[in-house]
DNA sequence: CAATCAACCTGGGTGC
DNA sequence: TGCACCCAGGTTGATT
């Protein structure tokens, strides 16, 4: 479910929250979300440390804990991330909680795919974080680096978009999206786009994530942001999702195809072949 | 190297 | 109403 412009609101918002405050305690009613440590040291190892800081790192959270540990979470499909200071009865579905000194943080997981890693330093040895390539909206992100990968790979380019190791952060709703607003086809060969296509490429991944931004997130299905609110993305999307229907910019029907195992939405007309 | 498929899960939607 | 089947913002690992 969230790709980066969800897990970037949800960083936004929770660093404003729970900032500076403390971590009394972790209850674990799922011991499978936790991927390190055992879930068994899990709690008596998060137990006093204070949240310094939070982040993101393509698709993943990171929140900095006094002592020099790193508490790395990832939501995949359906996981969600709420903080609340009423404590109500948990929603179906919550498999992690955590009790700070003012409420409590949820993660909350319909699929049970979303998981959690507690370690030293600044999670550099999750191995999963060591491979994401750049972050799309920083510097890193260079139209050279980009025009370069697409050069060396005869890969469909919407398979290149999803590789979180390429560039990080981009899934299956914003890969869409990029491709329409560079008017390229899902199923092209990455190394036969045009240097002209791939600046366009490059410039519309940075557009509609930050619009998916500005918006607090895509909300489908599942996804809600860290006050268990939906955005409002979906209402923005041009061709994700909206099989049949005219495309905003030249009326023809968007189709649907299964590229790569994912359902790809194109304008047949904005993104020929 | 690239593509496909199964796994991991639950629940919503569809068609018979 | 029931049931079988397909689908879903992700990722990994086996296979071809």
Redesign the pocket.
């Known amino acids: 479910?969230?790709?980066l412009p969800?897990v970037e609101t949800i960083k936004e918002q929770l660093a404003a929250k729970i900032t500076g405050l403390t971590i009394t305690g972790a209850t674990i009613y799922l011991e499978?979300v936790i991927a390190v440590p055992a879930p068994a040291r899990f709690g008596e190892t998060i137990r006093g440390r204070t949240i310094l800081g939070v982040n993101r790192r393509?698709?993943?959270l990171l929140f900095d804990l006094s002592g020099g540990y790193c508490l790395v979470v990832?939501?995949?499909?359906?996981g969600q991330l709420v903080y609340e200071t009423e404590a109500g009865p948990l929603p179906?579905?919550t498999h992690l909680v955590f009790h700070l000194d003012r409420g409590r943080l949820r993660l909350t997981d319909?699929?049970?795919?979303g998981r959690v890693w507690l370690v030293p330093a600044a999670g550099a040895e999750v191995?999963?974080l060591r491979?994401l390539g750049p972050e799309p909206l920083s510097s890193a992100f260079t139209e050279e680096y980009f025009l370069a990968r697409l050069q060396?790979?005869?890969?469909?380019i919407k398979?290149?978009l999803?590789d979180?190791?390429v560039v990080?952060?981009?899934?299956?709703?914003?890969?869409d999206e990029a491709l329409h607003a560079a008017g390229v086809h899902p199923?092209r060969?990455?190394?036969d786009l045009s240097v002209r296509e791939g600046k366009a490429l490059h410039h519309a991944i940075q557009e509609v994530l930050r619009e998916g931004i500005a918006h607090r997130?895509?909300?489908?299905?599942?996804?809600?942001d860290a006050g268990g609110e939906?955005?409002s993305h979906?209402h923005f999307l041009k061709v994700?999702?909206r099989a049949g229907r005219p495309c905003p910019e030249c009326g023809t029907r968007i189709e649907?195809v299964?590229?790569?195992?994912?359902?790809?939405y194109f304008c047949p007309r904005c993104q020929p072949l």
């Open positions: 479910m969230p790709e969800e499978k393509g698709k993943f990832h939501l995949r499909m359906s179906r579905h319909l699929r049970q795919f191995k999963e491979k060396k790979s005869r890969r469909r398979a290149l999803l979180q190791e990080a952060g981009i899934g299956n709703i914003y890969a199923a060969r990455a190394s997130g895509t909300s489908i299905r599942d996804y809600v939906e955005g979906q994700h999702n649907k299964k590229l790569g195992g994912r359902g790809t």
